[in-house]
């Protein structure tokens, strides 16, 4: 009995890991270029008490084996870059990546980092940068006098500034990818960075050599699907509930015994 006790509880365990993953999920439904997690799990060592194979007697082999589990662990924590939805802002410095690809920000202190949140802003010194006031790289400068800002597919960012009838190009929004996204880690603030995992970023031009095209006037929302999550939140709200009837059950077994040994 005592082993369902143990077995049943790394089951409550990895549920409540499942609960807590769709807890953030959910959280930031409504965050710009978020990617959901889900939870990757593995089973424990297994007690053999029967090799498969094992001779059970004399010329007689035992087409099976005969074996307990321990229960479950966590593997790893998965982020499923699958496309957010388009929504049009209307905002000329809004940019939403169609496909593979992340802008490239510099932090303070001078690292770099990688996001799909496109939500530009100008700063004091006409630098395009994130909401959190961090500049993309490399970076780009609006003049002071530009009238309109256009930025095209391909990432080039196009002013018409003072006077002038005709558009110049102030600079393009490079994009960067990963042979391994799923191995960039979690920075919290729409910020992602690279881990031995994920392999080096492989820089290259919008529209170009498999990185996706850059969409201005749009976000690219989560892709967190409500109705996927609650699902998922429930299935794993019954599992959790019968691991706690398994350790009951397993307690029940073990008073009965000790009634029939007193």
């Not at 049943?8 to 807590?20: H, K």
């Not at 979690?186 to 498999?210: D, F, K």
């Not at 699902?231 to 709200?237: E, P, R």
């Amino acid at each position: 009995m005592l082993r369902a006790f143990s077995t049943a509880a790394t089951g409550m365990t990895a549920q409540q890991m499942i609960v807590d993953t769709i807890a953030n999920n959910l959280a930031n439904i409504n965050t710009v270029g978020f990617k959901r997690s889900q939870v990757d799990f593995q089973d424990l060592m297994y007690v053999k008490l029967l090799e498969p194979g094992q001779e059970v007697a004399a010329g007689v082999i035992a087409p099976s084996g005969f074996e307990i589990g321990s229960g479950v662990r966590p593997a790893s924590t998965l982020k499923v870059f699958t496309q957010g939805e388009m929504q049009n802002t209307g905002r000329s410095l809004d940019v939403a990546i169609q496909g593979d690809g992340f802008f490239q920000v510099t932090l303070p202190g001078g690292e770099t980092r990688y996001t799909r949140d496109g939500s530009l802003r100008v700063n004091a010194n006409g630098q395009l940068t994130t909401s959190s006031g961090y500049t993309l790289e490399p970076a780009i400068t609006i003049p002071s006098d530009a009238r309109s800002i256009s930025i095209g597919e391909d990432g080039t960012v196009s002013v018409f500034a003072g006077s002038s009838g005709s558009p110049s190009t102030v600079g393009t929004i490079a994009l960067v990818r990963f042979s391994n996204p799923a191995g960039l880690t979690n920075e919290g603030g729409n910020l992602l960075a690279q881990s031995p995992a994920s392999g080096a970023p492989i820089s290259g031009t919008a529209g170009q050599g498999g990185f996706g095209t850059i969409m201005q006037a749009f976000l690219e929302r989560s892709n967190v699907q409500m109705v996927n999550e609650l699902v998922n939140l429930i299935t794993a709200q019954r599992a959790y509930e019968i691991n706690s009837r398994a350790i009951r059950a397993g307690d029940e077994m073990l008073t009965t015994a000790n009634r029939l040994i007193s």
